[in-house]
């Protein structure tokens, strides 16, 4: 079962950096699919939990040079 994540993700200033987000955590395995949202400065993850982890998520996130504030986990 996939499981979402929803990261609230400081430094996002414009589309490009959704895009870089998006593109980075497009490369995780077991990642299924990533909403990245400048303006609230929100991501969203659905990923499969036995192929990765909230935590990689997280990682990938701040070494593509932005910060993580919160993260809420979940499915909704
Ligand atoms: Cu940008």
Redesign the pocket.
Known sequence: MPEQLLLQVGG???????S?VQKVLGRLEGVRSTTAD?GAGEVRVLFDPEQTSAEAIGDAVSAAGYEINTTLEGSR
């Open positions: 996002m200033t414009c589309t490009g950096c959704e870089r400048h």
